[in-house]
């Protein structure tokens, strides 16, 4: 019975993908033709010899900058307002504010950062403001989601122990509840971190600054030398970032 229930299924599966590319219209056999073959090969050569002319340099030096700098600005701001959210969100003021709080976190995350892009270009215009806004407001939820819960698996008795020798709710959240969650938290603010690098170099594509607005402008321009140097600019980026990463969470986290 079983082994009809597992045959009935793969042939379900295989229906459903003939009938995806019936529907879409994808015809594989052009896709492999000689005259379309040579067509992507001559495309990939050009991609495999990159521009590196000092003025071309210069200027994907200072994309990889703003892109950096857009990651970073946009984490520890999200940082900031995620950890604002995550103790209402956690319950720590009541339950109206934890729904409510925990709806507002929801909904920053629910929205792609390219969407937040799309309409922070719009607030505030083409550039690396609209791209920091938007990886912002989406990390935010993303941290303040990880923070509440980790808020909430917290132990709560060295906060009590404080605050029973006359120590104020704010103290006994500073030195009996945040340095045990003080290593999760970094944990959690890297590995965003490693995220929204890679996201802000694609934000650039909806006009928010950084390495991706230069490959988008060099992919618009047919510009494959240009931009095969920015798409190695981006490689070296993150592969630098994720070094950096991994050395700081050696480092703070495991310490």
């Not at 009938?19 to 879409?24: K, M, N, P, V």
């Not at 920053?108 to 719009?122: D, G, H, S, T, Y």
């Not at 980790?150 to 009996?176: D, H, K, M, S």
């Amino acid at each position: 019975m079983n082994r009809l229930i597992n045959l009935a299924l793969l042939l379900c599966i295989g229906v459903a993908v003939v009938a995806s590319f019936s529907y879409l219209g994808i015809d594989l056999g052009a896709l492999v033709d000689s005259g379309n073959l040579k067509q992507m090969g001559a495309y990939a050569q050009r991609f495999l010899s990159p521009d590196l002319s000092a003025a071309h340099l210069q200027a994907i030096a200072r994309g990889a900058l703003e892109t950096l700098a857009m990651s970073a600005l946009g984490t520890l701001l999200a940082a900031v307002f995620g950890l604002a959210l995550a103790l209402p969100a956690a319950g720590r003021f009541g339950w109206p504010f934890k729904s409510v709080a925990r709806l507002i976190l929801n909904a920053l995350r629910a929205i792609p950062e390219l969407v937040w892009a799309a309409l922070m270009v719009l607030a505030a215009g083409l550039g690396p403001n609209a791209g920091t806004l938007a990886l912002a407001l989406h990390t935010t939820g993303v941290l303040g989601r990880l923070f509440a819960e980790a808020l909430e698996n917290t132990p709560p008795q060295p906060a009590e122990a404080i605050r029973l020798q006359g120590a104020n709710a704010v103290w006994a959240f500073c030195y009996g509840t945040l340095p045990n969650l003080l290593p999760q938290l970094l944990a959690y603010i890297l590995y965003r971190w490693e995220n929204n690098i890679r996201m802000a170099s694609v934000l650039g594509f909806v006009g928010a600054g950084g390495l991706g607005q230069m490959l988008y402008v060099s992919l618009s321009l047919f510009q494959e030398a240009q931009a095969s140097t920015v798409i190695l600019a981006m490689l070296v980026l993150v592969f630098a970032v994720d070094s950096l990463s991994s050395w700081s969470r050696q480092r703070w986290v495991k310490a």
